[in-house]
């Protein structure tokens, strides 16, 4: 199963020099929690999320309306191709413990996006006489991945 048998293909996105009152907006209008930043081209260069837009609020003294996406977007992006197999998306997103995968075409241009809903959607349960090319068990599998806390990255703060 290939990767374009299960992205969402016409996935809002923005740019570097959109602010972030418009991309929270674009998030509400696309009931999404992810932007892709594109360039002029097309070509996929960060990655906003609603995670990224509520900690830039939190910890800067500025309206949402005068902080650019470029300031605040993940500028590495991790991605896959339409034709990528779906289980090799599923093991980057397992190593990389994302949930959304842009995809892109050889050149980088935004095509869609794979996120674990449109996996967990698919999925079929499969038995002993049939296994179906997504199974509950890939999806489970992939959670435990993205889930599994990296070593060293908890943080306690005193009140």
Known sequence: MKVRELMTKNVACCRAETNLATAGELMWENDCGVLPVVDEAGKVT????DRDICIALTTRDFQSSKIAVGDVAIPK??????????HSALKTMRREKIRRLPVVNRAGALEGIL?????????????ARIQPELTYDDVVHTFQGICAHRPGTLHVVAA
Do not use: F, P, Q, Y
């Open 46 to 49: 960060g990655i906003l999320t």
């Open 115 to 127: 996120s674990i809903n449109d996996i967990v959607l698919r999925a079929e349960k499969g038995d």
């Open 77 to 86: 992006v991790v991605m896959c191709e339409a034709d990528d197999d779906i």
